[in-house]
Each structure stands twice: as structure tokens, then as C-alpha cells.
């Protein structure tokens, strides 16, 4: 049995700052902005750790986001991400400052590290959270959704420090950069040995389903449902996402029946998206993936059944054939393209 820790030791919120490639994770800011929430509810400070190699400029743009202190650990055999090297400097940070709080992105990299970051500490993880807040106590409630989404479970963490927890990309918002804020860069020295480097990482090579960015970074979306009947009809919505310069995403059930790569998932189980407009073509609104576009800026929703829960969410909707509908809509777009181009005469 694990004897509880003396919470009254730890204080402050901090943040796994993840980078890939020299640039800070779109979900790294968006933590920033919640943990700066949080720690104004408990009266402390937040913090980033930022573990890699020359990465000190992510640093800085970490205090312009939100953090008060980065702690900055830099050693060639930190890029690119591996499991082991990243724990120990984790855990070695953890347990020489003891924060309260510290939070991941639900990433690839962020869960891999949470999941191993908890058991060496010894306390829990809430992963895929939805919302973070202090509760009567001054616990962190944790809440992630359960039962495929039908419901919300809210976790807490009342003997153990620090409470950890996990967000997807993309629930949360981006809070506004202030350029200049000041803060504290702390160089860490967190011996990384050859006993530490288990695996080895021969080629970095990142796959794109999209020919382009992923679906997260998409300002505009087209994403089709099991509507669409057969896979070649996906044709009609990249046409339609050409027009508008956006991208093409789906629903579980057209993932699942093999016609589009699990890439362009949208939902509990796929990407978390906040575009500016996600146009939802025959897709009927299933909790699961309600769970991950709802916070889009504009919807559209095109369905023939009138009854489809996507129109409760919809600022806008199209009761109609959506092989009418689609095409309809992109020969306008193109119409209109071709007007703006064609010269005035003089």
C-alpha cells in the first residue's frame, strides 16, 4: 500500500511543453491558458518544462503564452522524443520541486509520457480530459467523458500529488500571446546516460493522410458520413474543399467501413478539431462525434433526414440531397471564382 504524500509540500501548475521540429505544439499552448485558469484559483504560478534540444526560443514564447518559469533541459539526446530520457528528466523535476498540478497533451508523445511519468511517481492520470477545474476542496476535478461519451466522469486525485491530467488537442482554446510578457527561463541539469537511451530513432518521417496539414490545423472542413454510401463519393466533398480551401475529414462509421484513412477522423476516438467552418455532409450527429467538432466556430450541416442530431448543434443547415447539394454548391463557388477573375474592359 502506498502511503499518501504530504500535499501541503507541493505547489504550482506546470505544463509538458512538447515540441516537434523547433516549434512549440499547437496543444502546449492551449494548456498554457488553462493552467494559468487554475492557477489563479489555487494562488500560485504556472510553469513549462520543456525538455529537448535547442529549443530555448520555444521557451520564451512559452512565457509569452501564459508560464511564469520554463524549466529548460537541452541535451542532443533529447530530440527527438524517446520514452525513457524523457521520464527521467520528468520525474527528476517533479520530485526536486514538487508542483501541484501537472498537465499533457493527449498526443502520441504526451500519453506515452504521462503513462510512464505516473507510475515511476506514484500517482494517477485522468487522461483525454474535456474540462479542468478546482473544485470546493482545492482539488483539481478532472473530467473526461465515459460510457462512449454518453456521460461525464469527473476524477480526483485526494491523497496522491501531483494530480495529473491529459487534454486532447483542440479542446481547449489558444489564449491570446502577449509578446514581451516577462518570466523566468531555469536551466535543469538531468544526467541522460547511454544506460537511458533503450531505443534509438533512425528516421524521423512524418506521414500527412491530407496531402497537407492534418485535420487540426484546418481552418475549414468537410466532413462526410456514412450518408455518402460508398467511398468514391468522398470525390464530391474534396472537390468542395478545394473550392474553399479546406481540408476533408469524417465520421467513425465511414472510417470504419475502410473508405477513408483513420487520418481524417473526427470525434472521441479520432481528432479533436476547431475550425472556423466544419461542414458536416451526411452525418448523422452521434455523441462520439458531437464529442469532437462542436466547438467549431460556424457549423454547416447538410442531411436529408431533418431529424439528424447534427442540426441541433448547426448554425446552419440544408434539409436536401446531399449528391444535389454538394456539387451544387461547389459549381457556385467556382462560378463565382470565375467572375471575380475575368478582367473589367476599360
Sequence with gaps: MTIPKDKSEYRGVWVFLEARRGRMRDVSRQLLGVARRLAHDRGTSVAGVLPGHQVEPIAHEAIEYGADRVYLVEDPRLEPYTSRPFTKVMATLVRRYKPEIVLFGATKNGRDLGGRLHAVIETGL????VALVIDEDGNL??????????????ILC??????MASARPNVFPIPPRQPGRSGEVVREEVSITDADM????????????????????????????Y?????????????????LGGAVAASRKAVDAGWVPKDFQVGQTGRTVRPKLYIAVGISGAVQHLAGM?????????????????????????????????????RQLRARKSAVAVPVPM
Design 158 to 163: 485526494r491523497q496522491h500529488r501531483p494530480q
Design 126 to 129: 485522468a487522461a483525454d480530459c
Design 227 to 243: 450518408g455518402l454510401r460508398e467511398p468514391k463519393n468522398f470525390v464530391l466533398l474534396e472537390e468542395l474543399a478545394r473550392e
Design 141 to 154: 476535478d478532472m473530467i473526461r467523458p465515459s460510457f462512449g461519451g454518453k456521460s461525464l466522469a469527473h
Design 294 to 330: 462542436q466547438e467549431s466556430e460556424k457549423i454547416l450541416v447538410i442531411n436529408l433526414d431533418h431529424k439528424a442530431s447534427m442540426f441541433e448543434i448547426a448554425d446552419y443547415g440544408i434539409v436536401g440531397d446531399l449528391f444535389q447539394v454538394v456539387p451544387e454548391m461547389t
Design 198 to 225: 533503450d531505443t534509438k530513432v533512425v528516421k524521423f518521417e512524418e506521414r500527412r493522410g491530407h496531402k497537407g496539414n492534418p485535420i487540426e490545423d484546418a481552418r475549414i472542413l468537410v466532413s462526410g458520413g
